[in-house]
Nanobody
């Protein structure tokens, strides 16, 4: 079983930056797709960014492309989400997850779809609040 723990959330003004961390422990096994998701009050959970732990180009949804950067430090068993140029609409609870999407060419995109239906292991979340 995989254990995930997010940290790094907080309150910032629009245009500011935050870096979220996701500490990973336990057996990751076949869950080689890791993603960041977010859920704002009254809205459904949505995928934000995903990476394949064995390497390759990450995937970002359009709303964060160019502003957010997902990365990993295998030595520390930690995944990160660097968030720059934050906007009030980025306000949400942010979660990291370990996923097993279908083995297709668009697997990274699939890992984020439908709020994380392919993701079995989740962290407890960290709150990000962006004020205007």
């Amino acid at each position: 079983q995989v254990q995930l723990a997010e940290s790094g959330g907080g309150s910032v003004q629009a245009g500011g930056s935050l870096r979220l961390s996701c500490a990973v422990s336990g057996y990751t096994g076949r869950r080689k797709y890791m993603g960041w998701f977010r859920q704002a009050p009254g809205k459904e959970r949505e995928g934000v960014a995903a990476l394949y732990t064995d390497g390759g180009r990450p995937y970002y949804v359009d709303s964060v492309k160019g502003r957010f950067t997902i990365s990993q430090d295998n030595a520390k068993n930690t995944m990160y989400l660097q968030m720059d140029s934050l906007k009030p609409e980025d306000t949400a609870m942010y979660y990291c997850a370990a996923c097993r999407p279908p083995p297709v060419a668009s697997a990274l995109e699939r890992a984020l779809e439908y709020g994380g239906q392919w993701c079995r292991d989740w962290g407890q979340g960290t709150q990000v609040t962006v004020s205007s």
